[in-house]
């Protein structure tokens, strides 16, 4: 019996499957990465990745990613404090995970403002006890911007 090319190609296929392991493999993903509770000199980031895996932050002023903070334990769920940030600088971060596999991956990279004027401004106000009209005026000052 006479087997074209095409026969035997498709022969080599399912030999392959059947005699070859086959592995799939799964990649580390990070989402959700995001940065909260910024004061003059801290900030928090977080993020999550799909398996247990460590924890770094590479950051820094103007893009410049020359600080990290690191957590070797493994976790889906991250958190870092970044400490010693200069008050009212714009940082850049990109959150880091690493798998027991040492697969590696990244966050997108992203910015935040450090401190500022993190203080709410007070505002005194006298609100008379009766009132004859439908609206009250109230006049005041804030702290120059």
Request: proline share 3%.
């Given at each position: 019996m006479k087997k074209t090319l095409a026969?035997?190609?498709a022969l080599?296929?399912?030999e392959l499957i059947i005699l070859?392991?086959?592995?799939t493999v799964n990649a580390l993903?990070?989402?959700?990465?995001?940065?909260a509770d910024?004061?003059?000199?801290?900030?928090?980031?977080?993020?999550?990745t799909d398996e247990n895996s460590t924890s770094i932050v590479h950051y820094g002023i103007n893009d410049i990613l020359n600080q990290s903070e690191e957590n070797e334990s493994f976790a889906t769920n991250h958190t870092i404090m970044l400490r010693q940030l200069v008050n009212d600088k714009e940082y850049s971060f990109v959150a880091s995970s690493c798998d027991k596999e040492n697969n590696c991956t990244n966050s997108t990279r992203q910015n935040f403002t450090s401190g500022g004027d993190v203080t709410p401004p007070?505002?005194?106000?006298i609100i008379p006890e009766f009132v004859n009209t439908g609206t009250i005026n109230i006049i005041g000052a804030t702290e120059p911007f």
């Open positions: 026969q035997i190609t080599f296929c399912i070859f392991p086959f592995y993903t990070v989402s959700n990465a995001k940065v910024v004061t003059e000199n801290s900030a928090i980031v977080s993020w999550l007070e505002l005194t106000v």
